[in-house]
């Protein structure tokens, strides 16, 4: 079993940046893949970021690329999405997801584990 909770969402303008950290309890942490989603109102949640167990793997939907960064800390237990030039269609809830995995998962049906969402709101 593991247990997510997500912190580190909040207002901010656009052009602004943010950093979510999503922290893990359980055990063998290291061995789990791990993602961020997010859900706008009224649309259906999304692929933001994955990264693999070891860290050396990531991926990014392509509204991010180049803006955000997916990176772990598995000392630590914890998974942080660097969040850098927010734009108003940034604003979500954002979720950090984790399952059993070697390879980076990229679809919301393959995690088994998730976090209550932290809220991201960026203003105009």
């Known amino acids: 079993q593991v247990q997510l909770v997500e912190s580190g969402g909040g207002l901010v303008q656009a052009g602004g940046s943010l950093r979510l950290s999503c922290a893990a309890s359980?055990?063998?942490?290291?061995?789990?893949?791990m993602a961020w989603f997010r859900q706008a109102p009224g649309k259906e949640r999304e692929f933001v970021a994955a990264?693999?167990?070891?860290?050396?793997?990531?991926d990014y939907a392509h509204s991010v690329k180049g803006r955000f960064t997916i990176s772990r800390d598995n000392a630590k237990n914890t998974v942080y999405l660097q969040m850098n030039t927010l734009k108003p269609e940034d604003t979500a809830v954002y979720y950090c997801?984790?399952?059993?995995?070697?390879?980076?998962?990229?679809?919301?049906?393959?995690?088994?584990?998730w976090g209550q969402g932290t809220q991201v709101t960026v203003s105009s």
């Open positions: 997801a984790a399952v059993w995995s070697l390879v980076v998962v990229t679809y919301t049906t393959g995690y088994n584990y």
């Open positions: 359980g055990r063998a942490f290291s061995r789990y893949a």
């Open positions: 990264i693999s167990w070891t860290g050396g793997a990531t």
